[in-house]
Protein backbone atom coordinates (compact mmCIF):
# COMPACT_ATOMS: atom_id res chain seq x y z
CA UNK A 1 0.00 0.00 0.00
CA UNK A 2 1.34 3.73 -0.81
CA UNK A 3 1.57 6.21 1.86
CA UNK A 4 -1.69 7.79 0.24
CA UNK A 5 -3.97 5.09 0.16
CA UNK A 6 -2.97 4.12 3.19
CA UNK A 7 -3.73 7.80 4.68
CA UNK A 8 -6.64 7.79 3.29
CA UNK A 9 -8.15 4.32 4.18
CA UNK A 10 -6.94 4.78 8.00
CA UNK A 11 -8.85 8.29 7.92
CA UNK A 12 -11.66 6.68 6.86
CA UNK A 13 -11.81 4.14 8.97
CA UNK A 14 -10.78 6.23 12.17
CA UNK A 15 -13.49 8.99 10.84
CA UNK A 16 -16.50 6.29 11.58
CA UNK A 17 -15.02 4.76 14.82
CA UNK A 18 -14.87 8.31 16.11
CA UNK A 19 -18.70 8.60 14.65
CA UNK A 20 -19.91 5.62 15.97
CA UNK A 21 -17.72 6.16 19.28
CA UNK A 22 -19.58 9.14 20.23
CA UNK A 23 -22.88 8.05 19.20
CA UNK A 24 -22.52 5.36 20.86
CA UNK A 25 -21.49 6.74 23.87
CA UNK A 26 -18.72 3.61 23.92
CA UNK A 27 -15.75 5.53 22.72
CA UNK A 28 -13.54 4.78 19.54
CA UNK A 29 -10.35 4.30 21.34
CA UNK A 30 -11.28 0.87 22.50
CA UNK A 31 -12.20 -0.30 18.34
CA UNK A 32 -9.01 1.49 16.69
CA UNK A 33 -6.34 -0.60 18.32
CA UNK A 34 -7.69 -4.06 17.25
CA UNK A 35 -8.79 -2.54 13.57
CA UNK A 36 -5.50 -1.20 12.74
CA UNK A 37 -3.03 -4.20 14.24
CA UNK A 38 -5.89 -6.94 12.77
CA UNK A 39 -6.84 -5.12 9.41
CA UNK A 40 -3.42 -2.97 8.07
CA UNK A 41 -0.86 -5.62 10.16
CA UNK A 42 0.68 -2.29 12.69
CA UNK A 43 2.60 -3.09 14.89
CA UNK A 44 0.43 -2.74 18.45
CA UNK A 45 2.83 -0.93 19.90
CA UNK A 46 2.48 2.04 16.82
CA UNK A 47 -1.42 1.69 16.90
CA UNK A 48 -1.01 2.39 21.20
CA UNK A 49 0.94 5.53 20.51
CA UNK A 50 -1.81 6.51 17.51
CA UNK A 51 -4.68 5.90 19.32
CA UNK A 52 -3.80 7.97 22.49
CA UNK A 53 -3.46 10.82 20.79
CA UNK A 54 -6.80 10.59 19.01
CA UNK A 55 -8.25 10.34 22.52
CA UNK A 56 -7.26 13.06 23.67
CA UNK A 57 -8.35 15.00 20.59
CA UNK A 58 -11.77 13.53 21.00
CA UNK A 59 -12.29 14.60 24.80
CA UNK A 60 -10.79 17.80 24.48
CA UNK A 61 -13.26 18.74 21.47
CA UNK A 62 -16.42 17.44 23.43
CA UNK A 63 -15.67 19.32 26.23
CA UNK A 64 -16.78 22.92 25.38
CA UNK A 65 -19.98 20.99 24.44
CA UNK A 66 -20.03 19.69 27.29
CA UNK A 67 -19.78 22.04 29.45
CA UNK A 68 -22.68 24.03 27.88
CA UNK A 69 -24.82 21.80 29.47
CA UNK A 70 -23.61 22.33 33.01
CA UNK A 71 -23.80 18.71 34.14
CA UNK A 72 -19.48 17.75 34.77
CA UNK A 73 -18.13 18.27 38.43
CA UNK A 74 -14.79 19.75 38.45
CA UNK A 75 -14.00 18.42 42.07
CA UNK A 76 -14.85 15.38 41.65
CA UNK A 77 -12.73 15.01 38.08
CA UNK A 78 -10.02 16.82 39.92
CA UNK A 79 -9.77 14.56 42.62
CA UNK A 80 -10.17 11.60 41.09
CA UNK A 81 -7.00 12.58 38.16
CA UNK A 82 -4.61 11.74 40.56
CA UNK A 83 -5.41 8.41 40.54
CA UNK A 84 -6.33 8.14 36.97
CA UNK A 85 -3.08 10.34 35.93
CA UNK A 86 -0.95 8.28 38.44
CA UNK A 87 -1.94 5.57 36.91
CA UNK A 88 -1.39 6.10 33.28
CA UNK A 89 2.23 7.28 34.23
CA UNK A 90 2.24 3.90 35.61
CA UNK A 91 0.64 2.12 32.76
CA UNK A 92 2.95 3.88 29.92
CA UNK A 93 6.05 2.59 32.12
CA UNK A 94 4.47 -0.82 32.24
CA UNK A 95 3.98 -0.76 28.24
CA UNK A 96 7.43 -0.81 27.51
CA UNK A 97 8.36 -3.37 29.39
CA UNK A 98 5.74 -5.66 28.55
CA UNK A 99 5.57 -8.49 25.63
CA UNK A 100 2.98 -7.47 22.56
CA UNK A 101 1.36 -10.83 22.97
CA UNK A 102 0.72 -9.65 26.28
CA UNK A 103 -0.65 -6.77 25.48
CA UNK A 104 -2.76 -8.08 22.92
CA UNK A 105 -4.04 -10.63 25.45
CA UNK A 106 -5.53 -7.72 28.08
CA UNK A 107 -7.13 -5.53 25.26
CA UNK A 108 -9.21 -8.68 24.11
CA UNK A 109 -9.95 -8.89 27.86
CA UNK A 110 -10.99 -5.28 28.21
CA UNK A 111 -12.94 -5.30 24.77
CA UNK A 112 -14.94 -8.39 25.87
CA UNK A 113 -15.87 -6.22 29.17
CA UNK A 114 -16.84 -3.90 27.37
CA UNK A 115 -19.09 -5.02 25.18
CA UNK A 116 -20.93 -7.22 28.32
CA UNK A 117 -20.80 -3.61 29.54
CA UNK A 118 -22.28 -1.76 26.80
CA UNK A 119 -25.53 -4.83 26.59
CA UNK A 120 -26.25 -4.58 30.40
CA UNK A 121 -28.60 -2.03 31.27
CA UNK A 122 -27.16 1.36 33.43
CA UNK A 123 -28.72 0.58 36.90
CA UNK A 124 -30.95 3.52 37.93
CA UNK A 125 -29.93 6.06 39.26
CA UNK A 126 -29.95 6.05 43.35
CA UNK A 127 -31.84 8.93 44.93
CA UNK A 128 -31.81 10.70 48.50
CA UNK A 129 -28.64 8.75 49.56
CA UNK A 130 -27.17 10.40 53.04
CA UNK A 131 -24.01 12.82 52.53
CA UNK A 132 -21.23 10.65 53.15
CA UNK A 133 -18.24 12.04 55.36
CA UNK A 134 -15.83 12.02 52.85
CA UNK A 135 -17.28 13.29 50.06
CA UNK A 136 -18.38 16.38 51.99
CA UNK A 137 -15.25 17.30 53.13
CA UNK A 138 -14.07 16.94 49.69
CA UNK A 139 -16.88 18.44 48.86
CA UNK A 140 -17.89 16.98 46.13
CA UNK A 141 -21.43 16.69 46.29
CA UNK A 142 -23.46 18.93 44.14
CA UNK A 143 -26.70 19.62 41.90
CA UNK A 144 -27.50 19.62 37.98
CA UNK A 145 -30.01 20.69 36.07
CA UNK A 146 -32.63 18.22 35.15
CA UNK A 147 -36.36 17.88 33.84
CA UNK A 148 -37.94 19.16 37.06
CA UNK A 149 -35.15 21.66 37.73
CA UNK A 150 -31.78 21.27 40.02
CA UNK A 151 -31.41 17.98 41.02
CA UNK A 152 -28.30 17.40 44.48
CA UNK A 153 -26.80 14.54 44.57
CA UNK A 154 -24.25 12.88 47.57
CA UNK A 155 -21.15 11.13 46.50
CA UNK A 156 -20.64 7.52 48.27
CA UNK A 157 -17.49 5.43 48.59
CA UNK A 158 -14.81 7.85 47.35
CA UNK A 159 -11.98 5.40 48.62
CA UNK A 160 -13.13 2.24 46.35
CA UNK A 161 -13.79 5.04 43.41
CA UNK A 162 -10.47 6.34 43.73
CA UNK A 163 -8.79 2.99 43.62
CA UNK A 164 -10.69 2.11 40.78
CA UNK A 165 -9.80 5.31 38.78
CA UNK A 166 -6.00 3.97 39.09
CA UNK A 167 -6.74 0.62 37.71
CA UNK A 168 -8.54 3.09 34.76
CA UNK A 169 -5.78 5.72 34.30
CA UNK A 170 -3.44 2.34 34.49
CA UNK A 171 -5.19 0.32 31.33
CA UNK A 172 -5.47 3.61 29.72
CA UNK A 173 -1.90 4.61 29.59
CA UNK A 174 -1.13 0.61 28.71
CA UNK A 175 -3.58 0.28 25.96
CA UNK A 176 -4.18 3.71 24.55
CA UNK A 177 -7.90 3.48 25.18
CA UNK A 178 -9.93 5.95 27.23
CA UNK A 179 -11.09 3.54 29.83
CA UNK A 180 -15.01 4.49 29.66
CA UNK A 181 -16.13 1.18 30.82
CA UNK A 182 -13.75 1.06 34.08
CA UNK A 183 -14.64 4.89 34.41
CA UNK A 184 -18.36 3.86 34.85
CA UNK A 185 -17.61 1.29 37.34
CA UNK A 186 -15.68 3.36 39.46
CA UNK A 187 -18.17 6.62 39.19
CA UNK A 188 -21.74 4.82 38.16
CA UNK A 189 -21.55 1.85 40.72
CA UNK A 190 -18.95 2.56 43.19
CA UNK A 191 -19.49 6.45 44.11
CA UNK A 192 -22.81 6.48 42.71
CA UNK A 193 -22.79 9.43 40.70
CA UNK A 194 -25.67 10.38 38.64
CA UNK A 195 -25.43 9.06 34.76
CA UNK A 196 -25.47 12.35 33.41
CA UNK A 197 -23.07 14.08 35.57
CA UNK A 198 -20.26 10.91 35.44
CA UNK A 199 -20.69 10.30 31.48
CA UNK A 200 -19.65 14.39 30.83
CA UNK A 201 -17.25 14.42 34.05
CA UNK A 202 -15.38 11.12 32.19
CA UNK A 203 -15.04 12.72 29.17
CA UNK A 204 -13.41 15.75 31.07
CA UNK A 205 -10.79 13.63 32.76
CA UNK A 206 -10.26 11.43 30.01
CA UNK A 207 -7.88 14.29 27.87
CA UNK A 208 -6.04 14.63 31.34
CA UNK A 209 -5.09 11.26 31.76
CA UNK A 210 -3.93 10.31 28.23
CA UNK A 211 -1.86 13.12 28.28
CA UNK A 212 0.03 11.70 31.10
CA UNK A 213 0.81 8.32 28.70
CA UNK A 214 1.06 10.69 25.89
CA UNK A 215 4.10 12.13 26.55
CA UNK A 216 5.47 8.67 27.89
CA UNK A 217 4.74 7.72 24.50
CA UNK A 218 6.10 10.20 21.94
CA UNK A 219 9.15 10.38 24.14
CA UNK A 220 10.24 7.02 23.64
CA UNK A 221 9.17 7.08 19.58
CA UNK A 222 5.94 5.32 20.02
CA UNK A 223 3.88 7.97 18.04
CA UNK A 224 4.76 7.77 14.21
CA UNK A 225 3.57 11.18 12.63
CA UNK A 226 2.37 9.37 9.41
CA UNK A 227 0.38 7.28 11.37
CA UNK A 228 -0.81 9.12 14.20
CA UNK A 229 -2.13 12.20 11.74
CA UNK A 230 -4.98 10.18 9.64
CA UNK A 231 -6.05 8.26 12.91
CA UNK A 232 -6.31 12.04 15.49
CA UNK A 233 -8.00 13.56 12.27
CA UNK A 234 -10.37 11.06 11.35
CA UNK A 235 -11.69 10.28 14.84
CA UNK A 236 -12.10 13.40 15.47
CA UNK A 237 -13.97 14.81 12.95
CA UNK A 238 -15.65 11.50 13.23
CA UNK A 239 -16.70 12.79 16.96
CA UNK A 240 -17.24 15.86 16.44
CA UNK A 241 -19.75 14.52 13.43
CA UNK A 242 -21.17 12.67 16.02
CA UNK A 243 -22.03 14.75 18.64
CA UNK A 244 -23.83 16.85 16.07
CA UNK A 245 -26.59 14.79 14.67
CA UNK A 246 -26.98 12.62 18.13
CA UNK A 247 -30.03 13.72 18.80
CA UNK A 248 -31.31 13.02 15.41
CA UNK A 249 -30.00 9.45 15.29
CA UNK A 250 -31.55 5.98 16.44
CA UNK A 251 -28.63 4.82 18.95
CA UNK A 252 -30.31 1.63 20.33
CA UNK A 253 -29.49 -0.51 16.87
CA UNK A 254 -26.39 1.43 16.69
CA UNK A 255 -25.09 0.20 19.80
CA UNK A 256 -25.75 -3.16 19.20
CA UNK A 257 -24.04 -2.89 16.29
CA UNK A 258 -21.45 -1.61 17.84
CA UNK A 259 -20.67 -3.99 20.84
CA UNK A 260 -20.99 -6.85 18.44
CA UNK A 261 -18.21 -5.08 16.41
CA UNK A 262 -16.04 -4.78 19.86
CA UNK A 263 -17.22 -8.28 20.93
CA UNK A 264 -15.62 -9.95 17.79
CA UNK A 265 -12.68 -7.77 17.97
CA UNK A 266 -11.60 -8.59 21.39
CA UNK A 267 -12.04 -12.21 20.55
CA UNK A 268 -9.93 -11.93 17.37
CA UNK A 269 -7.19 -9.59 20.03
CA UNK A 270 -7.35 -12.79 22.20
CA UNK A 271 -6.63 -15.25 19.78
CA UNK A 272 -3.85 -13.58 18.00
CA UNK A 273 -2.47 -12.76 21.50
CA UNK A 274 -2.14 -16.46 23.13
CA UNK A 275 -0.80 -17.97 19.81
CA UNK A 276 1.72 -15.25 20.04
CA UNK A 277 0.31 -13.71 16.44
CA UNK A 278 1.07 -9.90 17.57
CA UNK B 1 -32.52 16.50 53.50
CA UNK B 2 -29.45 17.85 51.22
CA UNK B 3 -30.98 15.65 48.85
CA UNK B 4 -34.52 16.81 46.95
CA UNK B 5 -36.56 15.94 43.63
CA UNK B 6 -38.23 18.95 44.14
CA UNK B 7 -38.42 21.81 41.59
CA UNK B 8 -36.21 24.75 43.13
CA UNK B 9 -36.26 27.64 41.81
CA UNK B 10 -33.38 29.29 44.03
CA UNK B 11 -29.96 27.07 44.38
CA UNK B 12 -29.40 24.45 46.97
CA UNK B 13 -28.38 26.98 50.39
CA UNK B 14 -26.81 23.37 51.48
CA UNK B 15 -24.42 23.07 48.11
CA UNK B 16 -22.60 26.55 48.45
CA UNK B 17 -19.89 25.15 47.57
CA UNK B 18 -20.38 22.78 43.95
CA UNK B 19 -21.91 24.18 40.72
CA UNK B 20 -21.95 27.94 41.96
CA UNK B 21 -21.64 30.83 39.55
CA UNK B 22 -17.93 31.39 39.95
CA UNK B 23 -17.47 26.86 38.67
CA UNK B 24 -19.52 27.50 36.14
CA UNK B 25 -17.88 30.57 34.18
CA UNK B 26 -14.57 28.79 34.92
CA UNK B 27 -15.66 25.63 32.94
CA UNK B 28 -17.22 27.59 29.98
CA UNK B 29 -13.60 29.26 30.05
CA UNK B 30 -11.75 26.27 29.98
CA UNK B 31 -14.20 24.74 27.62
CA UNK B 32 -13.49 27.24 24.96
CA UNK B 33 -9.46 26.84 25.90
CA UNK B 34 -10.25 23.19 25.57
CA UNK B 35 -11.72 23.69 21.89
CA UNK B 36 -9.47 25.91 20.49
CA UNK B 37 -6.35 24.40 21.03
CA UNK B 38 -7.83 20.94 19.75
CA UNK B 39 -8.65 23.09 16.49
CA UNK B 40 -4.87 24.64 16.44
CA UNK B 41 -3.56 21.45 16.89
CA UNK B 42 -5.75 19.95 13.74
CA UNK B 43 -4.54 22.94 11.88
CA UNK B 44 -1.10 21.93 12.41
CA UNK B 45 -1.46 18.60 12.35
CA UNK B 46 -3.60 18.73 8.48
CA UNK B 47 -0.74 21.61 7.39
CA UNK B 48 2.05 18.89 7.97
CA UNK B 49 0.07 16.87 6.07
CA UNK B 50 -0.12 18.16 3.36
CA UNK B 51 3.79 19.00 3.37
CA UNK B 52 4.02 15.31 4.16
CA UNK B 53 1.62 13.65 1.51
CA UNK B 54 3.37 15.81 -1.08
CA UNK B 55 6.63 14.86 -0.53
CA UNK B 56 5.92 11.13 0.08
CA UNK B 57 2.64 10.04 -1.41
CA UNK B 58 3.68 7.11 -3.86
CA UNK B 59 5.99 5.83 -1.01
CA UNK B 60 5.14 2.50 0.58
CA UNK B 61 3.57 2.76 3.79
CA UNK B 62 4.69 -0.30 6.25
CA UNK B 63 3.57 -0.36 9.88
CA UNK B 64 4.25 -3.84 10.85
CA UNK B 65 7.78 -3.90 12.15
CA UNK B 66 8.23 -1.30 15.30
CA UNK B 67 11.18 0.70 14.69
CA UNK B 68 10.67 3.50 17.40
CA UNK B 69 10.72 6.96 16.29
CA UNK B 70 13.99 9.04 15.80
CA UNK B 71 14.79 12.00 18.07
CA UNK B 72 13.78 14.51 15.44
CA UNK B 73 10.30 13.24 16.35
CA UNK B 74 10.33 12.36 19.80
CA UNK B 75 12.11 14.95 21.96
CA UNK B 76 10.69 18.42 21.89
CA UNK B 77 14.16 20.52 20.54
CA UNK B 78 14.18 17.82 17.69
CA UNK B 79 10.61 18.37 16.74
CA UNK B 80 11.14 22.31 16.45
CA UNK B 81 14.76 21.39 14.78
CA UNK B 82 12.68 19.44 11.74
CA UNK B 83 9.75 21.77 11.60
CA UNK B 84 12.75 24.57 11.23
CA UNK B 85 13.77 22.45 8.29
CA UNK B 86 10.54 22.47 6.71
CA UNK B 87 9.28 18.99 7.23
CA UNK B 88 5.93 17.79 7.01
CA UNK B 89 6.48 14.70 9.59
CA UNK B 90 8.16 17.28 12.00
CA UNK B 91 5.02 19.98 11.40
CA UNK B 92 2.66 16.86 12.57
CA UNK B 93 4.35 15.82 15.77
CA UNK B 94 4.54 19.80 16.67
CA UNK B 95 0.49 19.29 16.10
CA UNK B 96 0.52 16.78 18.24
CA UNK B 97 2.66 18.17 20.92
CA UNK B 98 0.13 20.97 21.34
CA UNK B 99 -2.85 18.85 21.40
CA UNK B 100 -0.88 17.10 24.76
CA UNK B 101 -0.17 20.76 26.27
CA UNK B 102 -4.40 21.83 25.75
CA UNK B 103 -5.44 19.36 28.51
CA UNK B 104 -2.20 20.43 30.65
CA UNK B 105 -3.02 23.92 30.17
CA UNK B 106 -6.38 23.23 31.12
CA UNK B 107 -5.24 22.13 34.60
CA UNK B 108 -3.11 25.31 34.89
CA UNK B 109 -5.84 27.18 34.63
CA UNK B 110 -8.12 25.20 37.22
CA UNK B 111 -5.37 26.19 39.77
CA UNK B 112 -5.98 29.99 39.15
CA UNK B 113 -9.65 29.19 38.80
CA UNK B 114 -9.97 27.78 42.55
CA UNK B 115 -7.59 30.22 43.75
CA UNK B 116 -10.32 32.73 43.29
CA UNK B 117 -12.42 30.71 45.01
CA UNK B 118 -9.99 30.62 48.04
CA UNK B 119 -10.03 26.52 47.97
CA UNK B 120 -6.75 26.05 49.01
CA UNK B 121 -7.50 21.99 49.32
CA UNK B 122 -8.40 21.93 45.21
CA UNK B 123 -5.32 23.71 44.55
CA UNK B 124 -3.22 21.81 46.24
CA UNK B 125 -5.02 19.00 44.06
CA UNK B 126 -4.66 20.63 41.28
CA UNK B 127 -0.81 20.97 41.64
CA UNK B 128 -0.26 17.43 42.16
CA UNK B 129 -2.02 16.91 38.57
CA UNK B 130 -0.45 19.39 36.93
CA UNK B 131 2.90 17.46 38.66
CA UNK B 132 2.46 14.36 37.46
CA UNK B 133 1.58 15.58 33.54
CA UNK B 134 4.99 18.01 33.59
CA UNK B 135 6.63 14.62 34.99
CA UNK B 136 5.30 12.34 32.11
CA UNK B 137 6.28 15.54 29.59
CA UNK B 138 9.53 16.48 30.46
CA UNK B 139 11.00 13.14 32.84
CA UNK B 140 10.13 10.59 29.99
CA UNK B 141 13.03 12.32 27.41
CA UNK B 142 10.67 14.35 25.62
CA UNK B 143 12.81 17.57 26.80
CA UNK B 144 15.94 16.26 25.62
Known sequence: MTVLTFTAVVAIVSFVAGLLGSLTGLGGGVVLVPLLTLLFHVDIRYAIGASLVSVIATSSGAAAAYVKEGFSNIRIGMFLEIATTFGALLGAFLATRIPTSALAIIFGAVLLYSAYLSRKPRPLDQRNLPPDALATRLRMNGSFPDLAGPRSYNVQHVPTGFGLMFGAGALSGLLGIGSGAVKVLAMDQAMRIPFKVSTTTSNFMIGVTAAASAGVYLGRGYVDPGLAMPVMLGVLAGSLFGTRILVKAETKSLRLVFSVVILVLGLQMLYKGFWGKI | ?144
Open chain 2, 1 to 144: MPSTDAPAPQPHPQEPQSQSWDDRRIEVILGNLLRSGVLLSAAVVLSGACVYLSRHAHEAADYRIFRGEPSEFRTIPGVIHSVLNGRGRGLIQLGLLLLIATPIARVAFSIVGFAIERDRMYVVFTLIVLAILLYSLLGSGLGV
